[in-house]
């Protein structure tokens, strides 16, 4: 599988913000689904939001909704989360993946992160 580099993670306040990052460039498809995940000790990894390049469109697990923000910079080839209002409970590894599909319903299922074509190394958010 391709990888994929995601980096802004760190330590922040409840409260606070922090802005991830990943690199698309290895990405051409302009159907691709682009998702974050995420996976804290003791716990499966999670979808939390995914972007079908396509149409623009977003969705986000109900845990995240409103609070964060995913989108992509495509001139820069960067995939983003924005977190805002962090809580202690989204202390976790975060990771960055991408899929092949041409399917706008296949990006708002919410696939498991063993079934996307690139996947990242993590990015490790601690908030305390």
């Known amino acids: 599988h391709v990888q994929l580099v995601e980096s802004g993670g760190g330590s922040v306040q409840p409260g606070g913000s922090l802005r991830l990052s990943c690199s698309t460039s290895r990405i051409p498809n302009n159907r691709a689904c682009l998702g974050w995940f995420r996976q804290a000790p003791g716990k499966e990894r999670e979808s939390v939001a995914r972007?079908?390049?396509?149409?623009?469109?977003?969705s986000y697990s109900t845990s995240v909704k409103d609070r964060f923000t995913i989108s992509e910079d495509n001139v820069k080839n960067i995939l983003y989360l924005q977190m805002n209002s962090l809580k202690a409970e989204d202390t976790a590894m975060y990771y960055c993946?991408?899929?092949?599909?041409?399917?706008?319903?296949?990006?708002?299922?919410?696939?498991?992160?063993?079934?996307?074509?690139?996947r990242g190394q993590g990015t490790q958010v601690t908030v305390s």
């Open positions: 972007f079908y390049r396509y149409d623009g469109s977003t």
């Open positions: 993946a991408a899929h092949n599909t041409y399917s706008g319903s296949w990006c708002g299922a919410g696939y498991k992160y063993e079934y996307w074509d690139y």
